[in-house]
């Protein structure tokens, strides 16, 4: 089983809906919790950042932590065509010699056509 | 502020010839992180440098992989004897000391296709 699970989609929407993307973990040591956005052939960009359970919101994006259940998520309101790109949850220790290293979900394709 | 930057962007390689790639954090930041992203994956851990020091090293990095620091800014990331399952965008991220260490910048990442 792997560390964290993210259903790969691929995901295609309207311009304006709602998306959700989400990922579960099995690894209670996970205390930081991060979603990248990356298009095609380019690194990585991160987008949201949290370290405990709750919502963090920016802009259009929310992020939410449920600790107790091991799932994350990231909603995307009003959603746009600059927005299709692979969405990638990435996760963190709390300490250790592992501290800072991030395991990533399988990431996410997402399409919003106009 | 130039963002992380990684040289090559494209490597083509036949099999059993070594590569070395680049990497340039941001200015400043202490910690610098390699993963390796192969195609429909997410990223993978490799290793990582708090300054000059290597602190962590994953399994995945066979005794073919080597990574330098070696004054704490710029990392060198070499691939001895290459194979074809070495194939895959290799990306490289760092972290300053104030963020702690999990927010983590990436560069644009070197494609490496060997033949």
């Known amino acids: 089983q792997k560390e964290v699970e993210q259903d790969p989609g691929p995901l295609s929407v309207p311009e304006g809906a709602i998306v959700s993307l989400n990922c579960t973990y099995s690894?209670?040591?996970?205390?930081?919790f991060m979603w990248y956005r990356q298009y095609s052939r380019k690194g990585p960009e991160l987008l949201m950042y949290t370290y405990s359970s709750g919502n963090k919101e920016d802009g259009r994006f929310t992020a939410q932590v449920d600790k107790s259940s091991k799932y994350i998520s990231l909603f995307i309101r009003d959603s746009q065509p600059s927005d299709s790109a692979t969405y990638l949850c990435a996760l963190a220790n709390a300490g250790g010699t592992s501290y800072g290293k991030l395991t990533f979900g399988q990431g996410t394709i997402l399409t919003v056509h106009p | 502020d130039t963002g992380v930057s990684q040289d090559p962007r494209h490597k083509i390689t036949k099999r059993g010839q070594n590569v070395t790639f680049r990497c340039d954090p941001i200015s400043e930041h202490n910690r610098l992180y390699w993963y390796r992203q192969t195609l429909g994956q997410g990223p993978e851990f490799l290793t990582y440098?708090?300054?000059?020091?290597?602190?962590?090293k994953s399994r995945l990095l066979s005794d073919r992989f080597s990574a330098e620091r070696p004054k704490g800014s710029f990392s060198t990331l070499e691939i001895q004897r290459t194979e074809q399952g070495d194939s895959a965008m290799y990306l490289c991220?760092?972290?300053?000391?104030?963020?702690?260490?999990?927010?983590?910048?990436f560069g644009p990442g070197t494609r490496l296709t060997v033949l």
């Open positions: 690894n209670s040591a996970f205390q930081y």
């Open positions: 991220a760092s972290s300053s000391r104030t963020s702690g260490g999990t927010t983590q910048y």
């Open positions: 440098f708090q300054n000059e020091a290597q602190l962590e």
